[in-house]
DNA sequence: CTGAAAGCGCTTACAG
DNA sequence: CTGAAAGCGCTTACAG
């Protein structure tokens, strides 16, 4: 039915050796021989069957991206990054959801075979990060995203969650903040765990002897309003408070506002990730912004590196989070002057349905 | 290297042909042989090549996605509901961003060959979906999404605009509102001139003799500021505004509160898409909600429907937009007392990174 | 129920 | 520079 190489050699009068070599461009080929082919080709309308090449050349130009979900401004974002850096190499991007089940991202990853040239997994969860251990394959090259590698072999890229919590710990005390309490996220999850330690860490290199005040959350927002409550309603009511991410410090700002405290006058709030609502609540929220995007980028091009540089073992690429202050805690208690704001760069409504 | 049929077939003491019935559960196989085949595959840790699988047996699983473009709300939304559907029938999902341009749609199209089974194209432009025409093999089965079929041979899913819009302007003028302005969309994209063409013919069955007014836009938020100031330059400002897209709706609101202008009590305001954002502003936008996620699982499922049903030329889904009220046209002109208020379901932000 | 064999549409050493 | 041939790893009539 469709055309195919044989019928291309059989009209052009070559072997279809000739018309493999002068569409790939690989090998040599008389270049009078070479246009007469794509011509040929051209004319009709011959288009290579990709599971053919695939197997004769062992060579997908294909890459997997599993992910434990589709939902959300994360992923859209993450498959963005990833897309653009794929696009610009010619490479296609077979996208799989593994819903957070182990057993479903091994099946995801076992359909990979023939099918890529490596994979880009993310398993943001512990028990998604150890069953990664026995899915994949150790010839197939990957890359893990946010993601411990349980066996600490692949490389990976992440956000640097520990960094950013010590930045955001560093900014509301030289802002004059001295009672900061933390909400933490899921203590399951690899990215809570690293922004719990960066504010422990910074809190006992800034304020030594100041102990540490942490309520726990689970990264809703609906965590973080039970979260700013308790906080409330204990003896000494924190001047600032620090949520592991965006969602919990807006149940904060909620719980603040419903408790009629004043933001930032009475208590500051501070979050982390800068997700698109982060700029329009009210007031607007401190944050440390990560770029999704690139990290998807870049856990592309490490795992596109050549080997024995990427495929190094437990090569780790981190993006650092950087610092957005807006009006949430927009003060200064401190007797130096603050150096000037950072400029929110809101990302642009985009116009399409 | 890797583990082939072959190796399974000369442990188990059989042909490749039964190891491939037993791990396909195509023809018959005695159980007892089934089950020691499908044990040495375990133990093996084989996998089928599936670029192997895919040429002989003319299948790949796989169903191609092609997309103008990656970036916002509408194409994370549209991926998630392809790939609940595809998830639910074990089909993976092959990602392109077209770009918008031609070309490279053409290519994108080009490379799906002995990839997909299937592809599932969007190229909303006029531009787009001309050069459709030449890069669509006629064997390979596809379904528009929010494109008019050039040919109009093929089957397609889209949004009702024409029917959201008239929805609109009925609610408008229940509500009391006569003099209801709209804010059109770009000229060359399929669903704007939907919209419009919806807005006009329900004023004229609604309001009979009372004539249209059209400000352009072009689906961004700052032609809708133009559009909206144009309209307050005007001898008769209107009494309600209906934009052709959330993100003017949005522009009209900024410009009427700089001028000064209550909304809704001096002017009403009224979008289309339900963006996340137009539940955020002041006062919230009233629109008509797209379920996007519904568009494209529609789609897919169109696509799998068996030919003879789904492959009659030209068979046309359409998805329902709903009416959603909210505070910037919640407001009764009208004798008559409204139905209850639809409640705004606002989608929970998702808790991670 | 099972196997030998052809074939899917390419690529790639190997000769010439 | 070019062609004949083997081979990639499966599936699928065709016999038995």
Same mark, same amino acid.
């Given at each position: 039915?469709?055309?195919?190489?044989?019928?291309?050699?059989?009209?052009?009068?070559?072997?279809?050796?000739?018309?493999?070599?002068?569409?790939?461009?690989?090998?040599?080929?008389?270049?009078?021989?070479?246009?007469?082919?794509?011509?040929?080709?051209?004319?009709?309308?011959?288009?290579?069957?990709?599971?053919?090449?695939?197997?004769?050349?062992?060579? @997908?130009? @294909?890459?997997?991206?599993?992910?434990?979900?589709?939902?959300?401004?994360?992923?859209?974002?993450?498959?963005?990054?990833?897309?653009?850096?794929?696009?610009?190499?010619?490479?296609?991007?077979?996208?799989?959801?593994?819903?957070?089940?182990?057993?479903?991202?091994?099946? !995801?990853?076992?359909?990979? $075979?023939?099918?890529? /040239?490596?994979?880009?997994?993310?398993?943001?969860?512990?028990?998604?990060?150890?069953?990664? %251990?026995?899915?994949?394959?150790?010839?197939?090259?990957?890359?893990?995203?946010?993601?411990?590698?349980?066996?600490? $072999?692949?490389?990976?890229?992440?956000?640097?969650?520990?960094?950013?919590?010590?930045?955001?710990?560093?900014?509301?005390?030289?802002?004059?903040?001295?009672?900061? %309490?933390?909400?933490?996220?899921?203590?399951?999850?690899?990215?809570?765990?690293?922004?719990? $330690?960066?504010?422990?860490?910074?809190?006992?290199?800034?304020?030594?002897?100041?102990?540490?005040?942490?309520?726990?959350?689970?990264?809703?927002? /609906?965590?973080?309003?039970?979260? !700013?409550?308790?906080?409330?309603?204990?003896?000494?009511?924190?001047?600032?408070?620090?949520?592991?991410?965006?969602?919990?410090?807006?149940?904060?700002?909620? !719980?603040?506002?419903?408790?009629?405290?004043?933001?930032?006058?009475?208590?500051?709030?501070?979050?982390?990730?800068?997700?698109?609502?982060?700029?329009?609540?009210?007031?607007?929220?401190?944050?440390?912004?990560?770029?999704?995007?690139?990290?998807?980028?870049?856990?592309?091009?490490?795992?596109?590196?050549?080997?024995?540089? %990427?495929?190094?073992?437990?090569?780790?690429?981190?993006?650092?989070?950087?610092?957005?202050?807006?009006?949430?805690?927009?003060?200064?208690?401190?007797?130096?002057?603050?150096?000037?704001?950072?400029?929110? @760069?809101?990302? $642009?409504?985009?116009? @399409?349905?």
């Amino acid at each position: 039915m469709a055309v195919t190489i044989k019928d291309v050699a059989r009209e052009a009068g070559v072997s279809v050796a000739t018309v493999s070599r002068a569409i790939n461009g690989q090998g040599s080929v008389a270049p009078a021989v070479r246009e007469r082919v794509l011509d040929v080709a051209h004319r009709l309308d011959y288009t290579p069957h990709q599971a053919a090449r695939a197997l004769s050349s062992r060579r @997908t130009h @294909t890459i997997g991206v599993v992910l434990p979900d589709l939902h959300g401004e994360f992923f859209s974002e993450l498959i963005r990054g990833i897309g653009q850096v794929a696009r610009g190499r010619g490479l296609h991007m077979l996208l799989s959801s593994a819903h957070g089940d182990a057993g479903e991202q091994r099946v !995801a990853l076992q359909a990979m $075979r023939g099918r890529v /040239d490596g994979v880009l997994v993310m398993a943001p969860t512990d028990e998604g990060a150890r069953s990664l %251990a026995g899915c994949l394959a150790p010839a197939l090259p990957a890359v893990l995203i946010n993601t411990v590698d349980p066996e600490g $072999r692949r490389p990976w890229v992440g956000v640097d969650g520990y960094g950013g919590a010590r930045a955001m710990v560093r900014h509301l005390v030289a802002s004059g903040h001295r009672a900061i %309490a933390f909400v933490s996220g899921p203590g399951d999850n690899h990215d809570a765990r690293e922004r719990l $330690r960066g504010y422990r860490d910074e809190l006992a290199a800034s304020l030594p002897g100041v102990a540490p005040r942490v309520e726990p959350g689970d990264f809703d927002e /609906d965590s973080g309003i039970r979260a !700013a409550t308790r906080l409330l309603d204990g003896d000494e009511p924190p001047d600032a408070v620090f949520a592991a991410n965006d969602a919990m410090a807006i149940g904060c700002l909620r !719980a603040f506002a419903e408790a009629g405290l004043a933001v930032p006058g009475d208590i500051a709030v501070a979050g982390f990730d800068d997700i698109p609502l982060a700029r329009l609540v009210h007031p607007a929220l401190t944050t440390m912004r990560v770029d999704i995007a690139e990290l998807g980028a870049c856990a592309l091009r490490l795992l596109l590196q050549p080997a024995g540089s %990427a495929d190094a073992e437990g090569v780790a690429r981190t993006i650092a989070p950087q610092l957005v202050v807006r009006g949430s805690c927009l003060r200064d208690r401190s007797p130096r002057p603050r150096a000037a704001l950072h400029a929110s @760069t809101a990302p $642009r409504e985009r116009g @399409t349905p």
